[in-house]
């Protein structure tokens, strides 16, 4: 069964409103979160990462104030994108790193299609 | 600069018709190569972890293997149901937060 969870799966709002989408981790703790975005036909572009309790780390050319990470949980990650525009449609996956069952390995959530008008 | 490329990027096969997809890549020090199966509007699916050359592992009609430089993941006799987009990532020892993927390979399997 899916070891990662994501809500909403798909979600249509209005330039300039903001939206959140979650990411839960459901069989393990998960000591490191990933979020990511990918265009289609293309493969997946890491955003940021964050710890449990700690600031998210983003990677170059992603705006901290634009993509909002929390990390509140060992089981529970949120992306929240501010404002969001036309140009910010996309699909966005989230990640989860744990053991589950003895093994340590990264788990994807289902994805986030997200389109703004 | 560590980098994961695939090839091919798209593939098809008939129902029956083993093959191979290639992930190389460079990497200053491997932890673990990944192989992930991605259907369309979906998140990728965990398939196998290798941590070290001449691994192998193998799932239903799948066998991945890792050398050095590159994996295989190794199809036998497809079904239309493999039919997807292989992903193959890369995490380095000194920088494991990062995970390195290629563009895939998109496999098609006719019946």
């Known amino acids: 069964g899916a070891v990662v969870s994501q809500h909403p799966s798909r979600v249509i709002c209005k330039s300039g409103t903001s939206v959140k989408i979650e990411c839960r981790s459901l069989?393990?703790?998960?000591?490191?979160m990933f979020w990511y975005r990918q265009f289609p036909k293309q493969s997946l572009m890491l955003m940021a990462t964050?710890?449990?309790?700690?600031?998210?780390?983003?990677e170059q050319g992603v705006e901290k104030d634009k993509f909002l990470i929390n990390h509140a949980s060992l089981t529970l990650s949120t992306l929240t994108v501010t404002s969001a525009h036309p140009e910010d449609s996309s699909f966005y996956i989230c990640?989860?790193?744990?053991?589950?069952?003895?093994?340590?390995?990264?788990?994807f959530g289902p994805g986030t299609r997200l389109l703004v008008l | 600069e560590d980098q994961v490329t695939q090839s091919p990027e798209a593939l098809r096969l008939q129902e029956g018709e083993s093959s191979s997809l290639n992930c190389s890549y460079t990497?200053?020090?491997?932890?673990?190569l990944f192989w992930y199966r991605q259907d369309p509007g979906k998140g990728p699916e965990f398939l196998f972890t290798?941590?070290?050359a001449g691994e192998e592992k193998e799932k239903e009609r799948l066998k991945a293997t890792l050398t050095k430089k590159e994996s295989f993941l190794h199809i036998t006799a497809p079904k239309p149901e493999d039919s997807a987009t292989y992903l193959c990532a890369v995490q380095g020892l000194y920088n494991f937060n990062k995970f390195y993927f290629g563009s895939g390979t998109k496999l098609n399997v006719k019946p």
């Open positions: 990497v200053s020090g491997l932890r673990g």
């Open positions: 964050s710890n449990e309790g700690s600031k998210a780390t983003y």
């Open positions: 990640s989860a790193r744990g053991k589950n069952r003895g093994v340590e390995t990264q788990y």
């Open positions: 069989d393990f703790q998960a000591t490191t």
């Open positions: 290798l941590y070290s």
